[in-house]
T-cell receptor, first 113, second 115 residues
Framework: GDSVTQMEGPVTLSEEAFLTINCTYT??????LFWYVQYPGEGLQLLLK?????DKGSNKGFEATYRKETTSFHLEKGSVQVSDSAVYFC????????????FGQGTELSVKP | GAVVSQHPSRVICKSGTSVKIECRSL??????MFWYRQFPKQSLMLMAT?????????EQGVEKDKFLINHASLTLSTLTVTSAHPEDSSFYIC???????????FGPGTRLTVT
Protein backbone atom coordinates (compact mmCIF):
# COMPACT_ATOMS: atom_id res chain seq x y z
CA GLY A 1 0.00 0.00 0.00
CA ASP A 2 0.88 3.65 -0.15
CA SER A 3 3.16 4.87 2.61
CA VAL A 4 5.52 7.63 3.69
CA THR A 5 8.68 7.20 5.71
CA GLN A 6 10.49 10.06 7.42
CA MET A 7 13.74 10.21 9.31
CA GLU A 8 13.24 9.77 13.00
CA GLY A 9 13.55 12.65 15.36
CA PRO A 10 14.03 14.54 17.41
CA VAL A 11 16.46 16.63 15.43
CA THR A 12 18.29 19.28 17.43
CA LEU A 13 20.17 22.04 15.63
CA SER A 14 21.78 25.33 16.50
CA GLU A 15 20.39 28.50 15.02
CA GLU A 16 21.60 29.17 11.45
CA ALA A 17 22.48 25.50 10.88
CA PHE A 18 21.50 23.66 7.70
CA LEU A 19 18.46 21.43 7.93
CA THR A 20 17.62 18.28 6.03
CA ILE A 21 14.69 16.04 6.91
CA ASN A 22 14.52 12.95 4.74
CA CYS A 23 11.26 11.66 3.32
CA THR A 24 10.70 8.73 1.01
CA TYR A 25 7.44 7.34 -0.26
CA THR A 26 5.79 4.32 -1.82
CA UNK A 27 2.77 4.92 -4.00
CA UNK A 28 0.84 3.56 -6.91
CA UNK A 29 0.23 6.09 -9.61
CA UNK A 30 1.60 9.60 -9.44
CA UNK A 31 1.08 11.18 -6.04
CA UNK A 32 1.26 14.79 -5.00
CA LEU A 33 3.70 15.39 -2.17
CA PHE A 34 3.47 17.76 0.77
CA TRP A 35 5.26 19.00 3.84
CA TYR A 36 3.11 20.10 6.74
CA VAL A 37 4.31 21.81 9.91
CA GLN A 38 2.72 21.60 13.36
CA TYR A 39 3.82 24.23 15.85
CA PRO A 40 3.36 23.44 19.53
CA GLY A 41 -0.30 23.49 20.48
CA GLU A 42 -1.49 24.26 16.97
CA GLY A 43 -2.99 22.44 14.00
CA LEU A 44 -1.15 21.42 10.87
CA GLN A 45 -0.24 24.03 8.29
CA LEU A 46 0.76 23.36 4.74
CA LEU A 47 4.39 24.35 4.32
CA LEU A 48 4.95 23.44 0.68
CA LYS A 49 3.86 21.04 -2.01
CA UNK A 50 4.86 19.53 -5.34
CA UNK A 51 2.43 17.89 -7.70
CA UNK A 52 4.68 16.29 -10.30
CA UNK A 53 8.16 14.92 -10.75
CA UNK A 54 11.02 17.45 -10.62
CA ASP A 55 8.76 20.14 -9.17
CA LYS A 56 10.33 22.12 -6.35
CA GLY A 57 8.10 23.40 -3.59
CA SER A 58 9.34 26.32 -1.52
CA ASN A 59 8.07 28.52 1.28
CA LYS A 60 9.60 30.51 4.15
CA GLY A 61 13.11 29.44 3.14
CA PHE A 62 12.20 25.75 3.07
CA GLU A 63 12.53 23.73 -0.13
CA ALA A 64 11.79 20.20 -1.29
CA THR A 65 12.13 18.63 -4.73
CA TYR A 66 9.93 15.81 -5.99
CA ARG A 67 12.38 13.09 -7.05
CA LYS A 68 10.53 10.29 -8.82
CA GLU A 69 13.67 8.26 -9.50
CA THR A 70 14.51 8.03 -5.81
CA THR A 71 10.88 8.34 -4.57
CA SER A 72 11.98 11.10 -2.25
CA PHE A 73 10.88 14.56 -1.14
CA HIS A 74 13.52 15.72 1.33
CA LEU A 75 12.93 18.99 3.18
CA GLU A 76 15.80 21.47 3.38
CA LYS A 77 16.48 24.88 4.80
CA GLY A 78 19.78 26.70 4.59
CA SER A 79 19.63 28.50 7.93
CA VAL A 80 17.14 27.52 10.61
CA GLN A 81 15.76 29.82 13.26
CA VAL A 82 14.47 29.13 16.75
CA SER A 83 10.98 29.86 15.44
CA ASP A 84 11.28 26.86 13.10
CA SER A 85 11.04 24.52 16.08
CA ALA A 86 8.04 22.33 15.32
CA VAL A 87 7.03 18.89 14.10
CA TYR A 88 7.30 18.39 10.35
CA PHE A 89 5.17 15.87 8.49
CA CYS A 90 5.75 14.58 4.99
CA UNK A 91 2.58 13.43 3.24
CA UNK A 92 1.30 12.18 -0.08
CA UNK A 93 -2.01 12.34 -1.83
CA UNK A 94 -2.85 9.69 -4.36
CA UNK A 95 -4.92 10.74 -7.37
CA UNK A 96 -8.53 9.68 -7.56
CA UNK A 97 -8.85 9.12 -3.83
CA UNK A 98 -10.63 12.36 -3.07
CA UNK A 99 -7.63 14.14 -1.62
CA UNK A 100 -6.95 11.57 1.08
CA UNK A 101 -3.56 12.24 2.69
CA UNK A 102 -1.13 9.64 3.97
CA PHE A 103 1.33 11.01 6.51
CA GLY A 104 4.77 10.04 7.60
CA GLN A 105 5.44 9.66 11.29
CA GLY A 106 6.60 13.23 11.77
CA THR A 107 10.01 14.63 12.69
CA GLU A 108 10.39 16.91 15.66
CA LEU A 109 12.83 19.75 15.12
CA SER A 110 14.27 21.72 17.99
CA VAL A 111 16.43 24.75 17.19
CA LYS A 112 18.58 26.14 19.99
CA PRO A 113 19.78 29.76 20.09
CA GLY B 1 -6.55 31.93 3.76
CA ALA B 2 -9.07 29.19 4.45
CA VAL B 3 -9.86 28.67 8.11
CA VAL B 4 -11.13 25.54 9.80
CA SER B 5 -12.28 25.59 13.39
CA GLN B 6 -12.92 22.82 15.86
CA HIS B 7 -14.99 22.85 18.99
CA PRO B 8 -14.27 22.11 21.73
CA SER B 9 -10.50 22.44 21.86
CA ARG B 10 -10.34 20.26 24.97
CA VAL B 11 -12.89 17.96 26.56
CA ILE B 12 -12.80 15.64 29.52
CA CYS B 13 -15.54 13.07 29.86
CA LYS B 14 -16.32 10.04 31.95
CA SER B 15 -16.06 6.53 30.64
CA GLY B 16 -19.31 5.39 29.02
CA THR B 17 -20.50 8.82 27.94
CA SER B 18 -20.57 10.25 24.42
CA VAL B 19 -18.75 13.30 23.15
CA LYS B 20 -19.42 15.36 20.03
CA ILE B 21 -16.68 17.29 18.25
CA GLU B 22 -17.53 19.90 15.63
CA CYS B 23 -15.47 20.86 12.61
CA ARG B 24 -16.40 23.99 10.67
CA SER B 25 -15.02 25.58 7.54
CA LEU B 26 -15.40 29.27 8.30
CA UNK B 27 -14.90 31.02 4.99
CA UNK B 28 -15.38 28.35 2.37
CA UNK B 29 -17.63 25.43 1.56
CA UNK B 30 -16.22 21.97 1.94
CA UNK B 31 -17.95 19.02 0.35
CA UNK B 32 -15.32 16.74 1.83
CA MET B 33 -13.88 16.74 5.32
CA PHE B 34 -11.49 14.31 6.92
CA TRP B 35 -11.13 13.12 10.49
CA TYR B 36 -7.76 12.10 11.89
CA ARG B 37 -6.52 10.78 15.17
CA GLN B 38 -3.08 11.63 16.49
CA PHE B 39 -1.37 9.83 19.34
CA PRO B 40 1.37 11.57 21.31
CA LYS B 41 4.53 12.01 19.26
CA GLN B 42 3.03 10.00 16.43
CA SER B 43 1.62 10.65 13.02
CA LEU B 44 -1.93 11.38 11.99
CA MET B 45 -4.06 8.37 11.30
CA LEU B 46 -6.95 8.93 8.92
CA MET B 47 -10.15 7.67 10.50
CA ALA B 48 -12.76 8.56 7.91
CA THR B 49 -13.71 10.72 4.98
CA UNK B 50 -16.87 12.74 5.44
CA UNK B 51 -18.87 13.81 2.39
CA UNK B 52 -21.71 16.29 2.66
CA UNK B 53 -25.07 14.64 2.30
CA UNK B 54 -23.81 11.07 2.26
CA UNK B 55 -22.43 8.45 4.59
CA UNK B 56 -18.86 8.70 5.75
CA UNK B 57 -16.24 6.33 4.43
CA UNK B 58 -14.28 4.74 7.25
CA GLU B 59 -10.73 3.46 7.09
CA GLN B 60 -10.02 -0.16 7.81
CA GLY B 61 -10.05 -0.92 11.51
CA VAL B 62 -12.11 2.13 12.53
CA GLU B 63 -15.38 1.24 14.22
CA LYS B 64 -18.14 3.15 12.45
CA ASP B 65 -20.61 2.54 15.28
CA LYS B 66 -18.22 3.99 17.79
CA PHE B 67 -17.09 7.02 15.80
CA LEU B 68 -20.23 8.50 14.27
CA ILE B 69 -19.64 11.09 11.59
CA ASN B 70 -22.28 13.44 10.25
CA HIS B 71 -21.64 15.98 7.50
CA ALA B 72 -24.93 17.82 7.57
CA SER B 73 -23.92 20.95 5.67
CA LEU B 74 -21.18 22.29 3.44
CA THR B 75 -19.51 23.94 6.42
CA LEU B 76 -20.02 21.51 9.28
CA SER B 77 -18.99 17.96 10.05
CA THR B 78 -19.30 16.33 13.47
CA LEU B 79 -17.57 13.39 15.06
CA THR B 80 -19.32 11.71 17.97
CA VAL B 81 -17.33 9.31 20.10
CA THR B 82 -19.94 7.01 21.58
CA SER B 83 -19.54 5.14 24.85
CA ALA B 84 -16.08 6.57 25.27
CA HIS B 85 -13.36 4.59 27.03
CA PRO B 86 -9.93 5.68 28.28
CA GLU B 87 -8.30 4.17 25.20
CA ASP B 88 -10.25 6.67 23.08
CA SER B 89 -8.28 9.48 24.70
CA SER B 90 -6.41 11.16 21.89
CA PHE B 91 -6.01 14.27 19.78
CA TYR B 92 -8.66 14.42 17.07
CA ILE B 93 -8.02 16.62 14.06
CA CYS B 94 -10.31 17.47 11.18
CA UNK B 95 -9.48 18.91 7.83
CA UNK B 96 -11.55 20.32 5.01
CA UNK B 97 -10.79 19.93 1.35
CA UNK B 98 -10.56 23.07 -0.71
CA UNK B 99 -11.36 23.63 -4.33
CA UNK B 100 -8.67 21.33 -5.63
CA UNK B 101 -8.06 17.79 -4.51
CA UNK B 102 -4.70 18.63 -2.94
CA UNK B 103 -5.79 21.64 -0.92
CA UNK B 104 -6.57 20.54 2.59
CA UNK B 105 -6.97 22.88 5.56
CA PHE B 106 -6.61 21.60 9.07
CA GLY B 107 -8.42 22.48 12.24
CA PRO B 108 -6.47 23.10 15.46
CA GLY B 109 -7.51 19.77 16.95
CA THR B 110 -9.52 18.58 19.94
CA ARG B 111 -7.87 16.95 22.93
CA LEU B 112 -10.18 14.26 24.31
CA THR B 113 -9.49 12.77 27.72
CA VAL B 114 -11.70 9.96 28.96
CA THR B 115 -11.48 9.28 32.68
Amino acid sequence: GDSVTQMEGPVTLSEEAFLTINCTYTATGYPSLFWYVQYPGEGLQLLLKATKADDKGSNKGFEATYRKETTSFHLEKGSVQVSDSAVYFCALSVPNQGGKLIFGQGTELSVKP
Amino acid sequence: GAVVSQHPSRVICKSGTSVKIECRSLDFQATTMFWYRQFPKQSLMLMATSNEGSKATYEQGVEKDKFLINHASLTLSTLTVTSAHPEDSSFYICSARGQTAYEQYFGPGTRLTVT
